[in-house]
């Protein structure tokens, strides 16, 4: 069984000394047996990627960008490229998360050359989807999931897949308290791993699926055990140590 996969995304929080002292906590609270079913892989802002990356050093976690440009180099004011992630130690990049879809106005197209472009360069991917609550209540939840991946998945090959997560992320419940029912949450992550296996011709074994959306301490293990849910994408709740780390814990069981 493929191990699951804890991402702690703490957006734009934490200066270096904060972000080194909550990565050293972790670090030191989190043994190697923690870690034999689970993959942790923390997103810290760009500021902290460095600082961040030599503190788990050696230690199996990963490093991971919250955002990356889909070119090389040139006169992109503000933006950062692949290689210069690859350069800082990053392995994996969130694309598509909601936020810059929302409030930076991320289009699907813009997200696919974004995607295409980390995979060529060999950053693997943590790709968010998800319907707002109009979306929901109008009961299309599941078409609005299915352009997203239509369009963002666009021109990528089935053997890429194996560098690519799907998080479902339903944007009503991120940051909001309220979690999708671990039922519901399920279901929606067996569609997406079936229209992903029919779209690529491929397993559905293959298709990894993470669920985000207030995850915390005392909802994780109604979470993790839905046969569907491969791992977790964890925001307000991974800045606070014993939180993650009891969430690290309950995802291994
Ligand atoms: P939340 O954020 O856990 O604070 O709801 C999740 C996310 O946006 O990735």
């Known amino acids: 069984m493929p191990k699951r996969v804890v991402i702690a995304n703490w957006k734009m929080n934490l200066l270096r000394a904060e972000a080194v002292e909550l990565t050293s906590g972790i670090v030191s609270n989190i043994s190697a047996r923690d870690l034999e079913n689970v993959n942790v892989i923390i997103a ?3 500021t902290c990627l460095e600082a961040v ?5 050696n230690t199996g976690i990963e490093l991971c960008a919250q955002n990356v440009f889909w070119e090389d180099s040139g006169a992109y004011t503000g933006e950062i490229s692949a290689d210069m992630l690859l350069d800082l130690g990053c392995s994996w990049v969130i694309i598509g998360h ?11 197209s813009m ?13 693997r991917v943590i790709f968010c989807i998800g319907e707002r609550i109009e979306e929901k209540t109008r009961g299309r939840t599941l078409s609005v999931i299915k352009k997203q991946i239509e369009i963002g998945l666009n021109g990528v090959k089935t053997a ?12 009503w419940a ?5 979690t999708a029912e671990p039922q519901d949450a399920d279901s929606v992550h067996l569609s997406i791993k079936q229209f992903v296996s029919d779209r690529f011709n491929c397993n559905t074994e293959k298709i990894r699926v993470m669920y985000g959306g ?3 301490s005392g909802n994780i293990d109604s979470l993790i055990k839905e046969p569907n849910i491969d791992g977790v994408l964890v925001g307000g709740a991974s800045l606070d140590k014993e939180s993650l780390i009891r969430i690290i814990r309950s995802s291994g069981v």
């Open 44 to 46: 810290p802002p760009y």
């Open 53 to 57: 990356g030599s503190t788990i050093n």
């Open 98 to 108: 909601s936020e810059r879809r929302n409030i930076l106005g991320e289009t699907n």
């Open 111 to 123: 997200i696919n050359d974004k995607i295409l472009f980390s995979l060529k360069k060999g950053l």
């Open 160 to 171: 890429q897949l194996d560098n690519l997560i799907f998080a479902y992320e339903p944007v």
């Open 174 to 178: 991120i940051g909001s308290g309220i």
């Open 214 to 216: 207030s995850v915390k």
